[in-house]
C-alpha cells in the first residue's frame, strides 16, 4: 500500500489574452532570421513532387478522398448571404443562439476545399482545380472569418476592425496550404487576392496587437495557425521571424494553462482542439529553424501530451468532463505527438492511416521519413494502461482493473480540483464509471453552444452547474464557480486491490453553515465495486442531498435502496444499493433537459428533513 502525492487545487498563473504580454524581442528576431530559409514555404510537398505524392496513388485512403472530392465537385459551393451572419444577433438567447446558419456552411466551404486539394494533389489531373480556384476567389469576399460570437462590435463584419478568433485562423491555415501546395497553379490574381485578404484579416492584426496569450485553446489555434500560414506566404525573412519569435513568447502561456502534472481543465475536446493546434506549431517552428527552436522542450509540453495517454479509463475511452463530449484523445494529437516526441508511441499512432482530410496531420506524417518506416514496418506495441493514474495537481484520479484480470473492464475517475478553469463546469467531486466501454455513471459532458453558454447566465444551465453532476447539494446551495472555489485531498492510499481518495468538497460551496463535507471514494478492482461516501455536518439542521447521473436505462424495485443501471446492445448491468444515516430520505428520478444532445437521468437522493450530521452512500457492483 502506497500513500499518494496531496496537492492543493490550483491553475494557471496567466490569463492574459490578446496584446497584452510581452513585448517583441528585436535581438531575437534578427537571430531567427539568420536560422530561416530564404524562401517560405508550408509543411508537407508541393503538388510538383510527384514522387512524394505518387507514393499513395494506389493507398486506399487515398482512393476515398478522391471519391469524396468528385462528390464535393459536383456540388455547388455553400452559399452563406451576410445576413445569415448577422442572425446571431437577433435569434432566441437560448435556442437557437448558435449561428448554425452560418456556422454550417463556413465550416463545410473549408471541409470540402481540404479534400479538393488533396485530391487534385494526389491526382495531378486537374480535375478538381476549377472548383479549388472558385473557393480560394470567394473565400477572400466572405464578409467575415470571424465567428459571429466573437465579433459582437461587428467589427470585423463591417471591416472596421479585423482580429483573429479562432475561424480567421482555421481559414489562415487552409489558405496557406492551399496556395503553397498548388503553387504556380493557382492564377496570380487569385493567389495576390487571397494573401491580401489574409494580410488584412490577420497579419497585420496579428503583428498589431493581436498575438493572443490566453492559457487556453485560443491561444495555440490563433497564434499557431496564423504563424504557419505566415511562414507558407510571407516573402520577407525578418517579417516571417517575428511570427517565429512570437511563437516562443505566446508558447509558454498556452502550456501554463495545463498543470504541472500535465492536466488539461478544458477537457479533452478542447485538448483534442488545442494540443492539437499546437502541434503542428511545434513541428512548423522545429522545421523552419533546422531544430533550433524546439516548443515541445518548453515546460509542461511533454506532461500535457502525456494527459491524451493517461486519460483514458480503458483504451481510448475517456470521461467527459467539462464542455467537451470527446470521448477518446484525437488519432492527429497521437499522431503528431509521435514525430514530436518519438520516444512516446502506441500502436494506435503507428498504425493510423498516413493520409487524412486533415492538411496537418498529411503535412506532417505523410511526407516524414520516420513516420512512414514505422508505418509500414507494423511493429508497434499496443499501449497498455497501468492500473491508476493519479494527477495530483488537478486532483483527479483514473482507478482500472488489474493486468491479469480477465473480466469486462470496471474503471472509474474521481475529480477534485476547482471551479475556475476555462470551459469550467462547477464539478468538484464529480465522478465516472465505465463497464466495457459503456458510461454507466456518467458526468453530462457539454451542452449545445447557445448566447447564454458564454454569457453571465452560464450557469442557469443545468448540465453546467453542480445539479447537473453527481455532487452534492448543501443547503439548498450549488457550488458556486471562481478559482476560489476548490477542494482539497485529505487522503489517497494506493494498494494493489484497492485505492481509496478522501476529498473535502465544503470549500466549492458558499454556504457558511457547512462544517464538514467530505467524498470518500473506495475503488476495489479484483471485486470491480466503486463506493462513494458522502459525510457531512452542519452548524444548525440544514438540507442535504447527493445525486447520480447517467444516460443508461434505471431499473427500480420494491425497495428504494436498491435499483440498477442497465444498457443494451452491448449488455451491461451495474447495481447500485443506497445507504443513509441521519433520517429518512427519499429518492427522485428526472431527466435533465438538453437539447439536442443525450439527456441524462439524475436520481437524487434527499434527506427528508433539515439534519446537523449525516451520510449518504452509493456502493455500485457489476452484476454479471
Not at 480503458?314 to 516526441?341: H, K, N, Q, Y
Not at 442531498?545 to 444498457?567: G, N
Amino acid at each position: 500500500m502506497t500513500m499518494c502525492s496531496v496537492v492543493a487545487a490550483g491553475a494557471a498563473a496567466f490569463t492574459v489574452y490578446a496584446g497584452k504580454g510581452l513585448a517583441p524581442d528585436e535581438a531575437r528576431i534578427g537571430e531567427i532570421a539568420q536560422w530561416l530559409p530564404d524562401e517560405p514555404s508550408a509543411a508537407g510537398v508541393r503538388i510538383t513532387d510527384r514522387v512524394a505524392w505518387g507514393r499513395y496513388r494506389d493507398d486506399s485512403e487515398a482512393k476515398k478522398i478522391v471519391a469524396l472530392a468528385e462528390k464535393v465537385v459536383a456540388q455547388p459551393v455553400p452559399d452563406m448571404p451576410p445576413t445569415w451572419y448577422l442572425e446571431w444577433f437577433t435569434t432566441d438567447y437560448i435556442k437557437e443562439g448558435d449561428s448554425r446558419r452560418w456556422r454550417e456552411p463556413f465550416w463545410k466551404r473549408s471541409s470540402n476545399l481540404q479534400t479538393l486539394l488533396l485530391a487534385e494533389c494526389l491526382e495531378d489531373k486537374g480535375r478538381f482545380l476549377k472548383r479549388i480556384i472558385q473557393y480560394l476567389e470567394l473565400i477572400p469576399t466572405e464578409c467575415a472569418w470571424t465567428e459571429p460570437a466573437h465579433d459582437r462590435a461587428k467589427s470585423n463584419f463591417d471591416g472596421s476592425r479585423y482580429y483573429v478568433d479562432l475561424g480567421v485562423a482555421e481559414r489562415c491555415s487552409l489558405l496557406a496550404y492551399a496556395l503553397d501546395w498548388l503553387k504556380d497553379r493557382v492564377p496570380a490574381s487569385t493567389r495576390e487576392k487571397a494573401i491580401a485578404a489574409m494580410k488584412e484579416r490577420a497579419f497585420d492584426p496579428y503583428l498589431g496587437d493581436g498575438e493572443n496569450w490566453s492559457n487556453n485553446n485560443w491561444n495555440p489555434v490563433c497564434n499557431g495557425c496564423v504563424i504557419r500560414a505566415a511562414l507558407a506566404l510571407v516573402d520577407d525573412k525578418r517579417t516571417r521571424a517575428r511570427f517565429v519569435e512570437a511563437a516562443e513568447r505566446t508558447a509558454p502561456f498556452f502550456l501554463n494553462g495545463f498543470q504541472p502534472d500535465g492536466y488539461c481543465g478544458e477537457g479533452l475536446d478542447y485538448w483534442n482542439y488545442g494540443f492539437g493546434r499546437f502541434l503542428p506549431e511545434l513541428l512548423d517552428v522545429r522545421r523552419v529553424t533546422g531544430g533550433k527552436i524546439d516548443l515541445g522542450k518548453l515546460p509542461r509540453a511533454r506532461e500535457a501530451m502525456e494527459y491524451g495517454y493517461h486519460f483514458q479509463l480503458e483504451p481510448f475511452v475517456t470521461p467527459r468532463f467539462s464542455d467537451g463530449m470527446a470521448t477518446e484523445p484525437a488519432g492527429m494529437c497521437l499522431v503528431l505527438g509521435r514525430i514530436a516526441w518519438p520516444d512516446l508511441t502506441s500502436d494506435r499512432a503507428e498504425k493510423a492511416a498516413l493520409l487524412t482530410p486533415s492538411l496537418d496531420r498529411v503535412a506532417f506524417r505523410a511526407f516524414d521519413a520516420e513516420s512512414i518506416r514505422l508505418h509500414d514496418s507494423k511493429t508497434a506495441k499496443p499501449y497498455v494502461l497501468p492500473k491508476r493514474s493519479w494527477f495530483p495537481n488537478a486532483q483527479v484520479y483514473l482507478g482500472r482493473p488489474a493486468a491479469d484480470s480477465k473480466a469486462v473492464p470496471f474503471s472509474v475517475c474521481v475529480k477534485g480540483g476547482w471551479n475556475g478553469d476555462p470551459h469550467n463546469h462547477n464539478d468538484i467531486g464529480t465522478y465516472v464509471i465505465m463497464l466495457g466501454g459503456v458510461e454507466m455513471v456518467c458526468d453530462p459532458g457539454g451542452e449545445e453552444y447557445t448566447k447564454r453558454t458564454f454569457s453571465e447566465r452560464r450557469y442557469e444551465s443545468k448540465i453546467l452547474n453542480s445539479y447537473g453532476h453527481p455532487v452534492p447539494v448543501v443547503a439548498g446551495t450549488l457550488q458556486k464557480d471562481g478559482e476560489k472555489f476548490a477542494a482539497k485531498v485529505l487522503a489517497c492510499e494506493f494498494g494493489d486491490d484497492q485505492d481509496e481518495i478522501e476529498l473535502d468538497l465544503s470549500g466549492a460551496y458558499p454556504e457558511k453553515r457547512v462544517k464538514k463535507l467530505v467524498r470518500k471514494a473506495k475503488y476495489n478492482r479484483r471485486n470491480r465495486e466503486l463506493v462513494i461516501a458522502d459525510e457531512v455536518g452542519f452548524t444548525e439542521p440544514c438540507a442535504f442531498e447527493t445525486a447520480i447521473l447517467s444516460k443508461c436505462r434505471v431499473e427500480q424495485t420494491d425497495d428504494k435502496a436498491l435499483f440498477y443501471i442497465v444498457q443494451n446492445n452491448p449488455t451491461r448491468r451495474l447495481k447500485v444499493t443506497v445507504g443513509v444515516k441521519g433520517g429518512n430520505w427519499t429518492l427522485r428520478e428526472e431527466k435533465l433537459e438538453n437539447p439536442k444532445r443525450v439527456e441524462p437521468t439524475r436520481l437524487g437522493v434527499a434527506l427528508a428533513n433539515p439534519v446537523t450530521e449525516a451520510t449518504i452512500t452509493v456502493r455500485y457492483e457489476v452484476c454479471e
